[in-house]
Each structure stands twice: as C-alpha cells, then as structure tokens.
C-alpha cells in the first residue's frame, strides 16, 4: 500500500516521487564517491601499487634468462634432464651464450644470478664466458677442462630454475635453504642468517613494546587524571618527539651512550663507574632497544591516553567503597577497560619496531641490525628479487599478527588516539 502511495505521488515538476528519491541517492552517491576518490587514488599509488610491485618482483628475475636464451631454450625442450650428466647439447647451448655475454657485457648479470642459489659462480662465469670463443668441441671436455665446477650438479640445477623468469627460489634463499647436488636443503646453522634476523627482530620488537607499555602506562593515566591544564602542557611534551627529525632524535642517543659521551662521563663523574669501566652502550643491542623504546613510545601513549581518558573515576571509587584494595581495584576494575588501548598500542608498536631502519642502522651497528636493514642491504647490492622475497615474508608475518589481532580483541575495538 506504501509503495502504491508513493509511486502516486509526484515533485513540483510532476515526476514521480520513487524515480525523484532514487536519482537524487544515486547524485549523493556519486558525490562521496567524487570526495573520496583523491584519497583512494593516493592509498592506490602509494599503497597498493608498490606492494604489488614488491610482491611480482619477488618471483620475478630475468638476469639469466635473458642472458642465456639458448641455454633457457634447451632446459625448455628437456625439462627432465640429469643434472649429473648434462648431455653435449647443453653445455654446446651453454658456450654459445656465455661468448654473446662476452660480447653484450651481461656475465656478470647472469651469474650474480645464479649465484642467489649456488654461491661462487660470479668468478665461474666471467672466467668462462671470457676463454667461451676458444674452446673446442666437444664444449662439455672442453668446458669441464677449463673449471671443474662446471659438471656440479647443483650448477645446472640453479641454471635449469633462473631459465625461468618467475620462480619461488628467493623465498628459498629467504628462508636460508641451500641448493646442493641434491636439490634444495637447509643451511648449517652458521648460514642461516634470515631465519636468524627474522626471530631477532621479532624477539627485540618484543622487548622494545614491552619496555613502551611500562613506560606509557603511568604517563597515559598521569595525562587522563590530570586537569585539562595540567595534562595539555604534558601531551605538549609527549608530542614534541614528532614535531623533531628522526636522524635528530636518533643521533642524539649517539651523543648520550657512546663510551665518551655524556652518560657515561655522568657516571664516571658521581663514581659509580671508574674511568676504564666505561659502557659500551652504543653500535650494539643496547643502542637499538633504548634508541627506538624513546622513538616509539608516543605510539604507546596515545592509544592508552585515549581508552583511559574516557573510564569513569566513579567505577574506581565504588570498587573502594566496596572493601577493595589499590591492587585488586587495579587488576579488576581499572585494567580490563585499557585493554583495547593496550592491544592497539602494542600492535601499532610492534609493528613499526619490526620494520624499523633508520634507528637500527645508525645506532645498532652490526649487532644490532634487524631485518629491515639485511633488506636495504640487498638493495644497495641490486639484489632486488631476494630484498622483495624477505619483504613479503616480513608483510606476511605482519598481516598475521592482524588477523591475530582481530580474532583475539577484535579490529572494531582498535583505538589509536
């Protein structure tokens, strides 16, 4: 009968009022849509273009493929082939290109990727590819005659996978296996240096939020008790940090611990240290974790300061009123209601302590490198497949501590501030 009604009903114009209502949601529509689209733009272009990127880079590497095509042509034709006994056609296909990388001056870029898998094939290459136009047939003798390592079975194993432009063998590496005659193994444990930066990273990241949490708590429930006056010049203090560069803040803790700087001279100069007992506080573990708890810490503070600000101060004093002690007011009535401003805190923590460089790099040294800074480094090397493989990794594991987040408190109760 409704419906009836309103399609009987008509605007000043005489169109009907069901077609008027729909036409001006669809306008309305449009227009948040319009409002929204340069944000949604700059989140694409920003955001989900470069992780994209990372993510395709990771599989992809044409460094020898392109570089040998006979060679890639071969493995093609012959996928089943023994790596052990490689027939005279492949290690003809194999002369071949390593004299046209003599000629197009790409040796190194084909080895450098074969050396991903089987290390020590950079020199392998360039020695071949430059004596390539002298060997004679039959070019396997010839060949094995020049270098040995040429008849490794891991060698072919690694040149069958790199023919391909997308493969899984960064995640490998990533993951510290080692491929041998045997295929794909893991490392000894002296060359598991991935799997090591990864569980140290997350281990120091664990400190780090821990030390953040101990350190916001008071001050976020100084700033929530405190009058508006009183607590808007302490939020001053606490935001201050921001409005100060990073490198500033980083290389002042430089200032702070190195053996002659100023904690250390405060030390020695009140006694408690002699002059030959100064602490090395700086370019190791220590560095990093006190360096980044005073970098991170105002992420701890404002999701707490937010929850806390909003609790009642009645529900502590009827606790009290009730019989209940300082601590069982504490632990009963007071705690439970932060914990969405502790999760949150420590996950946005967390978080950014994992993917932490710059600090790291500057203050940590190499006992303290995490594993942000093993993927700059392979960066700096133009090791871009096997940085993007680490980085996915790293995304992987961070997106599961926000499932983990969402099942356990739920991402609805997140409150950053």
């Not at 000894?188 to 949490?213: A, Q």
């Not at 960066?379 to 871009?384: D, F, G, Y």
């Not at 969402?406 to 501030?417: A, H, M, P, S, T």
Request: net charge neutral; proline share 6%; aromatic share 10%.
């Amino acid at each position: 009968m409704a419906e009836a009604t309103q399609e009987l009903l008509t605007t000043a114009d005489g169109r009907p009022l069901k077609e008027a209502l729909a036409t001006a949601q669809s306008r309305a529509k449009r227009r948040a849509f319009l409002l929204v689209l340069p944000l949604l733009l700059f989140i694409v272009l920003t955001f989900l273009v470069p992780i994209g990127y990372t993510l395709k880079r990771s599989f992809e590497h044409d460094g020898f493929a392109a570089s040998a095509p006979a060679l890639a042509s071969w493995f093609r034709a012959n996928p089943d082939f023994d790596p052990a006994n490689p027939p005279e056609e492949a290690y003809a296909a194999l002369v071949e290109d390593l004299a046209r990388m003599q000629v197009e001056k790409t040796t190194g870029l084909a080895g450098a990727r074969i050396n991903y898998s089987v290390p020590g094939t950079i020199s392998l290459f360039k020695k071949g590819s430059r004596e390539a136009k002298t060997l004679p047939p039959p070019f396997k003798d010839s060949l094995i005659a020049l270098d040995p390592d040429w008849a490794k079975p891991a060698l072919w194993r690694g040149m069958a996978s790199a023919s391909h432009v997308y493969t899984t063998e960064f995640y490998y590496v990533a993951s510290d296996m080692k491929l041998n005659d045997d295929g794909w193994e893991r490392g000894e444990d002296k060359e598991r240096i991935y799997l090591y930066l990864f569980f140290k990273t997350f281990i120091v990241s664990g400190i780090i939020t821990v030390l953040c949490l101990l350190l916001a708590f008071p001050v976020s429930h100084l700033l929530a008790t405190l009058p508006m006056a009183k607590s808007s010049i302490l939020m001053i203090f606490v935001l201050l940090p921001f409005w100060t560069s990073l490198l500033v803040r980083t290389t002042s803790w430089i200032a702070l611990l190195q053996e002659q700087g100023v904690v250390n001279d405060l030390l020695v100069g009140i006694g408690l240290i002699s002059e030959d007992g100064r602490m090395t506080m700086m370019y190791n573990m220590t560095g990093t974790i006190v360096a980044m708890t005073h970098v991170l810490l105002p992420f701890m503070i404002l999701p707490l300061y937010s929850v806390m600000k909003v609790i009642p101060p009645s529900y502590a004093r009827a606790a009290r009123s009730l019989g209940a002690t300082s601590w069982t007011t504490f632990r009963r009535v007071y705690l439970p209601q932060t914990l969405p401003g502790i999760a949150a805190g420590s996950l946005l923590v967390f978080i950014l302590a994992v993917g932490y460089y710059i600090t790291p790099a500057l203050v940590g040294g190499a006992d303290g490198a995490l594993i942000s800074n093993m993927i700059a480094a392979n960066m700096k090397n133009s090791n871009w497949s096997l940085a993007a493989a680490v980085a996915a990794m790293l995304l992987a594991a961070i997106l599961v501590l926000y499932w983990l987040y969402d099942r356990l408190i739920g991402i609805d109760r997140l409150k950053l501030g």
